[in-house]
Protein backbone atom coordinates (compact mmCIF):
# COMPACT_ATOMS: atom_id res chain seq x y z
CA UNK A 1 0.00 0.00 0.00
CA UNK A 2 0.78 3.78 -0.44
CA UNK A 3 2.40 4.82 2.67
CA UNK A 4 5.08 8.13 3.97
CA UNK A 5 6.87 7.37 6.75
CA UNK A 6 8.22 10.68 7.82
CA UNK A 7 11.76 11.28 10.29
CA UNK A 8 11.12 11.69 14.53
CA UNK A 9 10.51 14.33 17.13
CA UNK A 10 12.83 17.28 17.07
CA UNK A 11 14.33 20.18 19.37
CA UNK A 12 15.39 22.98 17.42
CA UNK A 13 17.40 26.41 19.24
CA UNK A 14 15.97 29.82 17.60
CA UNK A 15 17.96 30.16 14.54
CA UNK A 16 18.34 26.80 13.81
CA UNK A 17 17.62 24.84 11.22
CA UNK A 18 15.53 21.57 10.67
CA UNK A 19 15.48 19.17 8.00
CA UNK A 20 12.53 16.89 8.32
CA UNK A 21 12.51 13.13 5.78
CA UNK A 22 9.63 11.25 4.43
CA UNK A 23 10.43 8.33 2.57
CA UNK A 24 7.95 6.73 0.14
CA UNK A 25 7.09 3.24 -0.69
CA UNK A 26 4.44 1.69 -2.51
CA UNK A 27 4.28 3.48 -5.53
CA UNK A 28 6.64 4.98 -8.52
CA UNK A 29 8.09 7.36 -6.35
CA UNK A 30 9.03 9.39 -9.69
CA UNK A 31 5.34 9.98 -11.20
CA UNK A 32 4.25 12.03 -8.20
CA UNK A 33 4.80 15.25 -6.64
CA UNK A 34 5.39 15.72 -2.37
CA UNK A 35 3.66 18.72 -0.37
CA UNK A 36 4.57 19.66 2.73
CA UNK A 37 1.88 21.05 5.30
CA UNK A 38 2.61 22.00 8.59
CA UNK A 39 0.45 22.64 12.04
CA UNK A 40 1.10 25.11 14.42
CA UNK A 41 0.31 23.53 18.02
CA UNK A 42 -4.29 23.36 18.40
CA UNK A 43 -4.31 25.49 14.84
CA UNK A 44 -5.32 24.53 11.41
CA UNK A 45 -3.29 23.54 8.19
CA UNK A 46 -0.67 25.28 6.61
CA UNK A 47 0.70 24.76 2.75
CA UNK A 48 4.64 24.81 2.68
CA UNK A 49 5.27 24.00 -0.65
CA UNK A 50 5.41 21.02 -3.59
CA UNK A 51 8.36 19.81 -5.10
CA UNK A 52 8.01 17.04 -8.26
CA UNK A 53 9.92 13.56 -7.68
CA UNK A 54 10.29 13.58 -11.58
CA UNK A 55 12.60 17.05 -12.03
CA UNK A 56 12.76 18.44 -8.44
CA UNK A 57 10.75 21.86 -9.14
CA UNK A 58 9.30 23.24 -6.66
CA UNK A 59 6.97 25.75 -6.18
CA UNK A 60 6.81 27.52 -2.33
CA UNK A 61 4.64 29.43 -0.12
CA UNK A 62 5.21 33.22 -0.41
CA UNK A 63 5.83 33.45 3.31
CA UNK A 64 8.25 30.78 2.98
CA UNK A 65 10.36 32.03 0.41
CA UNK A 66 13.93 32.21 1.40
CA UNK A 67 13.92 29.75 4.60
CA UNK A 68 12.45 26.48 3.13
CA UNK A 69 14.19 24.18 0.57
CA UNK A 70 12.55 21.32 -0.51
CA UNK A 71 14.75 18.19 -2.06
CA UNK A 72 14.66 14.43 -2.99
CA UNK A 73 16.63 11.94 -3.31
CA UNK A 74 15.33 8.72 -5.77
CA UNK A 75 17.26 6.27 -4.91
CA UNK A 76 16.13 6.26 -1.94
CA UNK A 77 12.64 7.44 -2.71
CA UNK A 78 12.79 10.37 0.11
CA UNK A 79 11.53 13.84 -0.13
CA UNK A 80 13.04 15.76 2.16
CA UNK A 81 12.40 19.40 4.09
CA UNK A 82 14.52 21.83 5.43
CA UNK A 83 13.51 25.03 7.59
CA UNK A 84 16.12 27.58 8.49
CA UNK A 85 15.87 30.46 10.76
CA UNK A 86 13.96 29.21 13.14
CA UNK A 87 11.42 30.98 15.40
CA UNK A 88 8.90 29.74 17.66
CA UNK A 89 6.24 30.17 15.78
CA UNK A 90 7.26 27.37 13.40
CA UNK A 91 7.08 25.02 16.16
CA UNK A 92 4.76 22.62 14.69
CA UNK A 93 3.73 19.01 13.61
CA UNK A 94 4.89 18.86 9.91
CA UNK A 95 3.74 16.75 7.34
CA UNK A 96 4.68 15.17 3.67
CA UNK A 97 1.82 14.29 1.09
CA UNK A 98 1.75 12.64 -1.74
CA UNK A 99 0.81 14.96 -4.42
CA UNK A 100 0.62 14.97 -8.20
CA UNK A 101 1.00 18.79 -8.94
CA UNK A 102 -1.98 18.80 -11.88
CA UNK A 103 -4.83 16.97 -9.24
CA UNK A 104 -4.65 19.19 -6.32
CA UNK A 105 -5.27 17.10 -3.16
CA UNK A 106 -3.02 15.35 -0.70
CA UNK A 107 -3.15 11.70 -0.10
CA UNK A 108 -1.81 9.96 1.65
CA UNK A 109 -0.33 11.86 4.01
CA UNK A 110 2.64 11.10 6.32
CA UNK A 111 2.36 10.21 10.21
CA UNK A 112 3.66 13.67 10.93
CA UNK A 113 7.31 14.97 12.32
CA UNK A 114 7.07 17.76 16.06
CA UNK A 115 9.02 20.24 15.72
CA UNK A 116 9.84 22.51 18.77
CA UNK A 117 11.46 25.47 18.32
CA UNK A 118 12.69 26.34 22.01
CA UNK A 119 15.63 28.27 23.62
CA UNK B 1 -2.87 34.67 1.41
CA UNK B 2 -6.18 34.09 4.07
CA UNK B 3 -7.62 30.98 5.27
CA UNK B 4 -10.73 29.75 3.97
CA UNK B 5 -13.72 30.67 6.34
CA UNK B 6 -15.06 27.41 8.32
CA UNK B 7 -17.67 27.61 11.40
CA UNK B 8 -15.79 26.49 14.28
CA UNK B 9 -17.83 23.92 15.38
CA UNK B 10 -21.38 21.29 13.88
CA UNK B 11 -22.85 18.99 15.88
CA UNK B 12 -25.61 16.58 15.12
CA UNK B 13 -27.04 13.16 16.27
CA UNK B 14 -26.28 9.82 14.64
CA UNK B 15 -28.31 9.31 12.11
CA UNK B 16 -28.49 12.87 11.22
CA UNK B 17 -26.71 15.40 8.47
CA UNK B 18 -24.66 17.94 8.98
CA UNK B 19 -23.09 20.26 6.48
CA UNK B 20 -19.82 21.94 6.63
CA UNK B 21 -19.18 25.39 4.50
CA UNK B 22 -15.96 26.54 3.32
CA UNK B 23 -15.72 30.16 1.96
CA UNK B 24 -13.12 31.70 0.03
CA UNK B 25 -13.34 34.39 -3.02
CA UNK B 26 -12.80 34.21 -6.65
CA UNK B 27 -9.63 33.70 -6.75
CA UNK B 28 -9.65 30.11 -5.02
CA UNK B 29 -12.84 28.09 -4.62
CA UNK B 30 -15.03 30.07 -6.90
CA UNK B 31 -11.97 30.13 -9.54
CA UNK B 32 -11.54 26.31 -10.02
CA UNK B 33 -13.28 22.94 -9.08
CA UNK B 34 -10.12 21.57 -7.33
CA UNK B 35 -11.60 21.95 -3.53
CA UNK B 36 -10.89 18.92 -1.59
CA UNK B 37 -11.87 17.94 1.94
CA UNK B 38 -9.64 16.04 5.08
CA UNK B 39 -10.85 14.42 7.91
CA UNK B 40 -8.30 14.62 10.49
CA UNK B 41 -8.64 12.65 14.30
CA UNK B 42 -7.12 13.81 17.43
CA UNK B 43 -3.38 13.06 16.93
CA UNK B 44 -3.52 11.49 13.71
CA UNK B 45 -2.63 12.69 10.31
CA UNK B 46 -5.59 14.05 7.95
CA UNK B 47 -6.92 11.86 5.42
CA UNK B 48 -8.72 12.63 2.06
CA UNK B 49 -12.39 12.63 1.83
CA UNK B 50 -13.08 14.36 -0.83
CA UNK B 51 -11.41 15.91 -4.06
CA UNK B 52 -12.31 18.05 -7.16
CA UNK B 53 -15.72 19.41 -4.92
CA UNK B 54 -17.47 16.22 -5.40
CA UNK B 55 -15.50 13.10 -5.89
CA UNK B 56 -14.97 10.33 -3.08
CA UNK B 57 -11.82 8.60 -3.45
CA UNK B 58 -12.10 4.60 -3.23
CA UNK B 59 -12.85 3.51 0.33
CA UNK B 60 -14.30 6.54 1.28
CA UNK B 61 -17.81 5.93 2.70
CA UNK B 62 -21.01 7.12 0.47
CA UNK B 63 -22.37 9.02 3.62
CA UNK B 64 -19.87 12.13 3.21
CA UNK B 65 -20.60 14.38 -0.49
CA UNK B 66 -19.20 17.42 -1.69
CA UNK B 67 -20.77 20.30 -3.27
CA UNK B 68 -20.00 23.89 -4.18
CA UNK B 69 -22.11 27.36 -5.18
CA UNK B 70 -20.31 30.41 -6.33
CA UNK B 71 -17.36 30.69 -3.28
CA UNK B 72 -18.65 28.47 -1.10
CA UNK B 73 -17.78 24.96 -0.95
CA UNK B 74 -19.73 22.07 0.96
CA UNK B 75 -19.03 18.89 3.06
CA UNK B 76 -22.15 17.10 4.07
CA UNK B 77 -21.95 14.12 6.24
CA UNK B 78 -25.45 11.67 6.26
CA UNK B 79 -26.16 8.78 8.88
CA UNK B 80 -23.80 10.48 10.64
CA UNK B 81 -21.77 7.98 12.71
CA UNK B 82 -19.68 8.29 16.25
CA UNK B 83 -17.01 7.36 14.17
CA UNK B 84 -17.42 10.75 12.00
CA UNK B 85 -16.49 12.49 15.41
CA UNK B 86 -13.28 14.52 14.22
CA UNK B 87 -11.85 17.69 12.85
CA UNK B 88 -12.56 18.90 8.93
CA UNK B 89 -10.81 20.64 6.37
CA UNK B 90 -11.16 22.01 3.60
CA UNK B 91 -8.36 22.95 0.54
CA UNK B 92 -8.18 25.05 -2.51
CA UNK B 93 -6.29 25.21 -5.38
CA UNK B 94 -5.54 29.07 -5.48
CA UNK B 95 -4.52 32.00 -8.61
CA UNK B 96 -1.40 31.94 -6.94
CA UNK B 97 -0.67 28.78 -8.39
CA UNK B 98 -0.46 27.70 -4.19
CA UNK B 99 -3.16 25.90 -2.30
CA UNK B 100 -5.02 27.31 1.10
CA UNK B 101 -6.54 25.50 3.74
CA UNK B 102 -10.30 26.39 5.89
CA UNK B 103 -10.09 26.86 9.51
CA UNK B 104 -10.85 23.65 10.61
CA UNK B 105 -14.39 22.64 11.48
CA UNK B 106 -14.61 20.42 14.60
CA UNK B 107 -17.49 17.97 13.96
CA UNK B 108 -19.71 16.76 17.47
CA UNK B 109 -21.82 13.88 17.81
CA UNK B 110 -23.97 14.40 20.60
Known amino acids: QVQLVQSGAEVKKPGASVKVSCKASGYTFTSYGISWVRQAPGQGLEWMGWISAYNGNTNYAQKLQGRVTMTTDTSTSTAYMELRSLRSDDTAVYYC????????????WGQGTLVTVSS | QSALTQPASVSGSPGQSITISCTGTSSDVGGYNYVSWYQQHPGKAPKLMIY???NRPSGVSNRFSGSKSGNTASLTISGLQAEDEADYYCSSYTSSSSYVFGTGTKVTVL
Open chain 1, 97 to 108: ARHEVLLHWFDP
Open chain 2, 52 to 54: DVS
